[in-house]
């Protein structure tokens, strides 16, 4: 059965500053996904990542994927306040072997002017 | 309209009630999806339709029933429900020319259904 989690589930942190969230999952997987979640609103695609050693940059978050170590990392650079959110890793399973896609429990992300 | 729409936007039933949530996508993609996201829970899959077709169904309690008419539509019929049944629930869809269900899913606004 394939797990997601993410971590840390909270994340209080200052402008200016950088930080990582972590998204570990327990079986092989070809792709990965992140979303971001604004309070009250839907979910916004963020990255796919689709093989090993992915990268994927747009502003100041940039999405790795380590497929040997079932890793990826969503790394935030100088956050700025508008940043603040709730931000979903999913993965989905190999295709034709019971396609799902499962989600983490999401890294709540809030910024400090 | 573009995108995916849901309404209503916010739903509040009592557990003798029938209600029905509607999804409308304008994307021209060939699946659809359902999902219920629970306070402190991950979001939960409840079921795929591709090409109208339900292709999957995660063990969903019968009081909630899908409908795709087509694959710009799709219905979440709702019946006695609980009030741990309370939640967004959220529709999602996507590009599926391969059939490949793990596409990009492009998401609703979602329904914030509260049942009493």
């Known amino acids: 059965e394939l797990k997601v989690e993410q971590n840390p589930l909270f994340l209080s942190m200052q402008e200016g500053k950088n930080y990582t969230i972590y998204c570990n999952y327990s079986t092989t997987s070809d792709r990965l996904y992140w979303y971001r979640q604004d309070p009250g609103k839907s979910l916004e695609s963020l990255f796919v990542l689709l093989s090993n050693g992915a990268v994927k940059q747009e502003g100041r978050l940039m999405a790795s994927l380590d497929t040997k170590a079932r890793l990826s990392t969503l790394h935030i650079t100088a956050a700025v306040h508008d940043l603040s959110a709730t931000y979903f890793c999913a993965v989905a399973t190999l295709w034709d072997r019971d396609d799902k896609i499962i989600f983490g429990k999401g890294t709540r992300l809030h910024i400090l002017p | 309209e573009t995108g995916v729409t849901q309404t209503p936007r916010h739903l509040v039933m009592g557990m003798t009630n029938k209600k029905s949530l509607k999804c409308e996508q304008h994307l021209g993609h060939n699946a659809m999806y359902w999902y219920k996201q629970s306070a402190k829970k991950p979001l939960e899959l409840m079921f795929v339709?591709?090409?109208?077709?339900?292709?999957e169904n995660n063990s969903v309690p019968s009081r909630f029933s899908p409908e795709c008419p087509n694959s710009s539509h799709l219905f979440l019929h709702l019946h006695t429900l609980q009030p741990e049944d309370s939640a967004l629930y959220l529709c999602a869809s996507s590009h599926t020319p391969s059939g490949d269900p793990r596409d990009t899913q492009y998401f609703g606004p979602g329904t914030r259904l509260t049942v009493l």
């Open positions: 339709y591709n090409f109208k077709e339900q292709t």
